[in-house]
């Protein structure tokens, strides 16, 4: 049981989302220091899921939706504000833009990446079904804690090894000769990702 979840952990982490072009966009644009922190603030934010799920929070979000649909639709707004900052990139203004993303903290990147997976809702429906699938009201609390942190090793492994891979001196020079291209191809994915949750928030 125990590497089965760790695989679904890997599996949830190598799907395509927010999470993933965020640490991307930091890893490019900052380098390894700004990748890794990024991916260290989605493992965090995975934390509060774990720990609202383990502690029976989701009862709350089950009888009560309209909660949930206000996570989905500040995921949405969040998403669609780093979409338009990505989308509105401009080739002349890449040195300047460059300089910008250097002197950016890690601390700033550690923040983007625990508000995008904190405000994505695909996260608290992974674990709503991971739970719900392998664990039962006869399953001990600290074994229901150990699945979430297998959960929360595998995705932080994953992004903190797609930080250091993407971060190298070669992608980062492709990176930077078309940077506005990258930022706005960026951008338009998170819009998309946002407009779709904000859809589901409204039909729900």
């Known amino acids: 049981m125990y590497l089965e979840i760790f695989l679904i952990g890997i599996l949830a982490a190598l799907s395509p989302g927010p999470d993933f072009v965020v640490v991307m966009k930091n890893s490019l644009g900052m380098g390894r220091k700004n990748g890794m922190a990024a991916a260290l603030g989605i493992a965090s934010a995975l934390i509060v899921h774990v720990s609202y799920t383990v502690l029976g929070f989701t009862i709350i979000l089950e009888k009560w ?3 949930f649909n206000m996570i989905k639709l500040l995921g949405a707004v969040y998403l669609l504000w780093l979409g338009f900052q990505g989308i509105r990139s401009k080739a002349k203004s890449n040195e300047l833009h460059i300089g910008q993303l ?3 903290s890690a601390g700033q990147s550690f923040r983007e990446g625990f508000l995008c997976n904190i405000l994505n809702p695909k ?6 079904s991971i739970f719900s699938q392998f664990i039962g009201h006869s399953t001990p609390e600290w074994m229901r804690w150990i699945y979430g942190g297998e959960i929360i090793l595998a995705v932080g492994l994953w992004f903190i090894l797609l930080a250091i891979l993407i971060s190298n001196h070669y992608f ?3 990176y930077r000769k078309y940077m506005h291209w990258f ?3 960026l ?3 998170l819009i998309i990702f946002a407009v779709t949750i904000g859809v589901t928030a409204f039909s729900s």
């Open 123 to 128: 996260s608290a429906l992974f674990f709503l």
């Open 183 to 185: 930022d706005r191809g």
């Open 172 to 174: 980062r020079g492709i």
């Open 187 to 189: 951008g338009v994915i």
């Open 65 to 67: 939706p309209f909660v």
């Open 102 to 104: 250097l002197n950016r």
